[in-house]
């Protein structure tokens, strides 16, 4: 054998060549021949065609109306953003004190009470009794002589409960007035008894109204329409009543109103107007206001005098409840009556200075701003809202801090 000989590399043309060869038997041109075996040494299953999980971007969930917050961080106004959150903490409190006052003797079997999660307005799959526990100053549990455990009012729930009927008692016309300004407001001048009746709470409105209906002959009237829905109506028109919140308060603060709301001329950008100027234009916008005591239903839908009206009757129905403010289930209630659109959320948005949003797109509270001061309290503060913030506290407070504020002598 020769020492000295060595292999000769192959040249490129004989290395093209080659490929040419692979490329016209191993890989035909048709796509239905099948590979051969000698073309796995081709294969490509090596590189990487996807993206590792752990290298990808994660993409942001879009938030569901039912959880994403109206209000961004800058804007929150935390008083209202409180009250909201008051009203989650007690929900249990005002729904069971609603549903107990109607049961038979004010007591209900704590097995049935499990079951109406809905009605009393605890988490559904909780314990009931782990509500009822947390206020012991408002409800109390026993066990009945067959054996079987219920719960009702404490004796001191009993006295507010009292207290409250008197507070009902004593501004019974006040209500009848409210109800009159409501009636005066809707289309024909007539509201289903049934909406009135489900929104009593929000008016500060007696269970029990619907049976004095009939001790004020000369202001309401019910009708049984043909599938048996009770409607009470208007039978006279006051002129006195018809005279909106907004309009007594433009007489006593002309310039405070003409910059409560915000119907902007579209002009275009040539004019180069002055803030000033352009104040003074969408002033003609503004005003006149138009009454919510007028026939909204007469105007054509989609013109500025029609939103202008749908902006009043918000701003009075708000100044017309207990707490200057209205959940989405309240406001859509009056809908048909109040000639009212399927754009009310968009519209409130557009007129920030009157209307505060909290709460989320699918269940937002509207409050008028007018109604609270600065420190976030009612400027005016029915005898109910006390009641209620009365009873708050009770609710709040455990049994020995009862006996120790009962000791000292000291008020709630």
């Given at each position: 054998m020769k020492q000295g000989l060595r292999r000769r590399p192959p040249s490129i043309a004989a290395v093209m060549a080659l490929f040419r060869f692979l490329s016209t038997t191993v890989f035909p041109s048709k796509p239905q021949y099948v590979l051969s075996s000698s073309a796995a040494f081709y294969s490509t299953s090596f590189l990487i065609t996807k993206t590792p999980k752990k290298f990808r971007k994660k993409r942001k969930k879009k938030e569901s109306p039912r959880t994403k917050s109206i209000q961004t961080q800058p804007n929150l106004i935390r008083h209202f953003e409180n009250i909201l959150h008051r009203d989650a903490h007690f929900r249990f409190l005002t729904k069971t004190k609603e549903f107990l006052s109607k049961q038979r003797e004010q007591v209900l079997l704590l097995d049935d009470a499990g079951k109406l999660h809905q009605q009393l307005g605890f988490p559904r799959g909780r314990k009931v009794l782990k509500s009822i526990l947390r206020h012991p100053l408002v409800f109390q549990t026993y066990r009945h002589s067959d054996g079987k455990m219920w719960f009702g009012f404490t004796d001191l729930m009993e006295d507010l409960l009292r207290e409250e009927r008197e507070i009902e008692a004593k501004s019974e016309l006040h209500k009848v007035d409210v109800v009159r300004k409501l009636l005066m407001m809707s289309v024909n001048k007539r509201i289903p008894?049934?909406?009135?009746?489900?929104?009593?709470?929000?008016?500060?409105?007696?269970?029990?109204?619907?049976?004095?209906?009939?001790?004020?002959?000369?202001?309401?009237?019910?009708?049984?329409?043909?599938?048996?829905?009770?409607?009470?109506?208007?039978?006279?028109?006051?002129?006195?009543?018809?005279?909106?919140?907004?309009?007594?308060?433009?007489?006593?603060?002309?310039?405070?109103?003409?910059?409560?709301?915000?119907?902007?001329?579209?002009?275009?950008?040539?004019?180069?107007?002055?803030?000033?100027?352009?104040?003074?234009?969408?002033?003609?916008?503004?005003?006149?206001?138009?009454?919510?005591?007028?026939?909204?239903?007469?105007?054509?839908?989609?013109?500025?005098?029609?939103?202008?009206?749908?902006?009043?009757?918000?701003?009075?129905?708000?100044?017309?409840?207990?707490?200057?403010?209205?959940?989405?289930?309240?406001?859509?209630?009056?809908?048909?009556?109040?000639?009212?659109?399927?754009?009310?959320?968009?519209?409130?948005?557009?007129?920030?200075?009157?209307?505060?949003?909290?709460?989320?797109?699918?269940?937002?509270?509207?409050?008028?701003?007018?109604?609270?001061?600065?420190?976030?309290?009612?400027?005016?503060?029915?005898?109910?809202?006390?009641?209620n913030e009365k009873l708050y506290k009770y609710a709040d407070m455990q049994e020995s801090e009862m006996d120790c504020r009962t000791e000292q002598g000291c008020g709630v």
């Open positions: 008894l049934s909406k009135i009746y489900h929104n009593r709470l929000l008016f500060g409105i007696s269970e029990d109204f619907r049976d004095k209906i009939a001790n004020y002959p000369n202001y309401f009237r019910v009708v049984v329409e043909d599938d048996g829905k009770r409607i009470l109506e208007l039978v006279n028109w006051d002129d006195s009543l018809a005279v909106s919140a907004l309009e007594k308060e433009f007489m006593a603060d002309e310039e405070k109103v003409k910059k409560a709301f915000r119907f902007p001329v579209k002009h275009g950008r040539k004019l180069e107007l002055e803030l000033e100027d352009e104040r003074k234009l969408n002033l003609l916008n503004t005003l006149p206001l138009v009454s919510p005591y007028s026939d909204g239903s007469k105007l054509d839908l989609w013109t500025l005098e029609a939103e202008k009206y749908r902006v009043g009757i918000i701003h009075e129905f708000l100044s017309l409840t207990l707490e200057k403010r209205a959940y989405i289930h309240n406001v859509v209630e009056f809908k048909e009556e109040f000639s009212l659109t399927k754009h009310t959320y968009q519209m409130l948005l557009k007129q920030p200075r009157t209307f505060y949003l909290a709460g989320t797109q699918m269940n937002w509270c509207v409050f008028l701003k007018d109604g609270y001061g600065e420190d976030g309290e009612l400027v005016d503060k029915d005898a109910q809202v006390a009641f």
